[in-house]
């Protein structure tokens, strides 16, 4: 059995969970410019029936807790909001809501939030957006010559999931791979660890799991994996309450046979 280093842990192991969006790929790179696409055509949108999107509350800027320089643009995010954490369809009741407040009709709104991401999905689609977080190739390397079974939890879509790990070049790593449309609860819920540790052939005591917010964490804990390494390139760890461990990236893992 293989023995995963980890800060001050040695963990024996024989298979690793890894959520998505901020563990496997650059959630800014990649979501971070949706969310700037998604918030200019929620914008027109507003303009379009007269409506200033920074005249009541908070505005736009901070309705999927991303934080904005001073052109507007999608710079951070808060790692406990939205956007790190929200399923697809959570994330359009949110932009729809805008636009009822704003005086649309609820399914009227839904639609055009619908059409705003099609157009949004396309350009990332055409710009092939998704890019492996630092060392994480290296690490799947050592993983594989470890004879690990791999696998993925996230709360994306099957077709995006998909597409992503294809533009990464890492999709022949996983074994399985369980996103939010294959499961009837999702995350916090163990259920995604549940089916992929039983998928993988994985008993959950000999699994591990890394993922960047703490609703991965709670997923850990839930499905008695033996490990719950939060991960946070930013070296932020409020948000990662129940990690048994936390690594600011994959440069402090460490795998022996």
């Not at 901020?22 to 979501?31: A, C, F, M, R, S």
């Not at 689609?125 to 791999?150: G, M, N, T, V």
């Not at 499961?183 to 995604?192: L, N």
């Amino acid at each position: 059995m293989a023995v995963l280093y980890v800060n001050d842990l040695a963990i024996p192991c024989k298979g690793i969970l890894f959520d998505k969006d901020g563990t496997l790929l650059d959630l800014l790179e990649t979501w971070g410019t949706w969310a700037d696409l998604m918030l200019r055509g929620l914008e027109n949108q507003l303009a379009l029936i007269g409506k200033d999107s920074s005249g009541s509350g908070p505005g736009l800027a901070k309705v999927l807790g991303t934080v904005h320089d001073g052109a507007g643009r999608v710079i951070g995010y808060d790692p406990a909001g939205p956007l790190s954490m929200a399923t697809a369809e959570e994330t359009n009741g949110i932009l729809a809501w805008q636009l009822y407040t704003a005086g649309i009709a609820w399914n009227e709104a839904l639609a055009r939030v619908t059409a705003i991401g099609k157009e949004a999905m396309n350009e990332l689609r055409r710009q092939r957006k998704a890019h492996p977080l630092p060392e994480l190739l290296p690490f799947l390397q050592q993983c594989a010559a470890a004879s690990l079974k791999l696998g993925v939890v996230t709360s994306d879509g099957a077709v995006t999931t998909s597409e992503q790990l294809e533009w990464m070049g890492i999709a022949g790593y996983f074994d399985t791979v369980v996103t939010r449309d294959r499961v009837t609860h999702g995350k916090p819920a163990p259920e995604m660890a549940e089916t992929a540790c039983r998928e993988l052939g994985l008993d959950p005591e000999e699994t591990v799991i890394i993922g960047d917010s703490n609703a991965d964490m709670q997923l850990g804990k839930g499905a008695g994996l033996r490990l719950s390494i939060g991960i946070s390139p930013s070296g932020s760890t409020a948000h990662l309450l129940e990690a048994d461990t936390v690594i600011s990236g994959y440069h402090q893992l460490r795998l022996t046979i």
